[in-house]
């Protein structure tokens, strides 16, 4: 493994909390909490994990949602995450979770935000890991449903980033939900809006002109349309690129013809996430040691790709700055290394 990338601190603001479970986790919590699984051992559960299309993905990932039953699951889960973080050097992440998946089947919304934060608080204690949650609307659930969300969410605004728009993308364009994110922003929450994995470069638009998020997620379609990386690369709205996510749902044939140097290249603020890193085998290290091998990004390239992350994340301006130092402090050690 690269020694430059191993030890890279690193930021991440891309990943679903239920997406960071394991197939040992999800094992252990439905042991405790005694839900059945469709798996006769943890062998099975582990093959499940090598799904093959994306309903297979989509079943996994509801299957690991039935699991978590309290705050203290949820904080579990986040540990887990905060751990593996440690471990690969992130030293910053905003994590994607939602409280719809729960309320609709009569559990408390509490919980969610609870465990996450309890989570936050003590990652931060032992390792010095900043970072957060951003709650998710539902797109495919509709604006009404965003709407009750909302009404949580706000109560709870201690305890978040700001909020997001997730699930599946078409078609449900983000000017659906225009006036909601209008509210939210004018409470002074930070929004950011999944545009352009599956959907075309309109919805990036949309996201843009009807939402006014300050990052998109994915983004990767906006190469279609000349206006809009030009927009983009002016504009320098970061764009959270997933790329072993958008291998493993086939949004990208193979990783060699992933646009990330591309996008990269003009002049997008681009940064490298997981998205669902138990899932798609690959937490942040894995991602970008991926691009590394088959996309011709350079050491240079993931220096600039994390200085992205951390102006683009949402740690306060005196966190940037000691993220950007430990940074530059970095950089130093890998020039003197390489004798540059
Ligand atoms: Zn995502």
């Known amino acids: 493994m690269s020694e430059f990338i191993r030890t890279l601190p690193k930021v991440e603001l891309h990943m679903h909390i239920e997406g960071s479970m ?5 094992w252990q919590l439905a042991d405790k909490n005694k839900v059945d699984l469709p798996y006769s051992d943890i062998e099975a559960l582990r093959n499940a994990y090598q799904f093959k299309d994306l309903t297979e993905f989509v079943n996994l990932y509801i299957q690991g949602t039935e699991v978590v039953k309290t705050a203290e699951d949820f904080y579990t889960l986040t540990m887990a995450y905060l751990d593996k973080c440690h471990q690969q050097n992130i030293i910053h992440a905003e ?7 729960y309320t609709d089947r009569g559990q408390a919304p509490e919980m969610v935000l609870e465990g996450i ?5 003590e990652g931060k204690e032992r390792w010095g890991i900043t970072g957060g949650m951003l709650p998710c609307f539902i797109r495919h659930l509709g604006v009404e449903a965003a709407i009750e969300d909302w009404q ?3 109560k709870h605004q201690d305890k978040i980033l700001g909020l997001g728009l997730a699930a599946i993308e078409v078609p449900y364009p983000p000017q659906l939900f225009q006036s909601i994110f209008d509210e939210v922003r004018d409470a002074g929450l930070k929004v950011v809006a999944h545009a352009g994995e599956e959907g075309d470069a309109s919805y990036i638009w949309s996201a843009i002109k009807d939402l006014n998020v300050d990052r998109i997620d994915h983004g990767i379609r906006c190469l279609d349309d000349a206006d809009l990386v030009n927009h983009l690369a002016q504009s320098q709205t970061p764009l959270t690129v997933c790329p072993c996510s958008n291998t493993s749902l086939n949004v990208v044939a193979d ?43 350079t050491d240079e390239d993931m220096i600039t790709m994390t200085q992205h992350a951390i102006e ?3 740690a306060d301006e005196a966190r940037k700055q000691d993220m950007l130092k430990i940074l530059q402090q970095h950089r130093k050690i890998d020039q003197v290394a390489m004798g540059r």
């Open 255 to 297: 990783m060699a013809d992933h646009p990330i140097k591309t996008m990269l290249d003009a002049g997008l603020k681009v940064t490298i996430n997981s998205d669902d890193p138990a899932h798609f085998g690959a937490y942040l290290t894995e991602n970008m040691l991926a691009v590394q091998t088959h996309c011709g990004i």
């Open 312 to 314: 683009a994340s949402f």
């Open 95 to 101: 994590v994607f979770c939602d409280i719809r998946t």
């Open 117 to 121: 934060a309890q989570g936050f608080k």
């Open 152 to 154: 949580f969410y706000q």
């Open 22 to 26: 394991e197939p040992e986790m999800l």
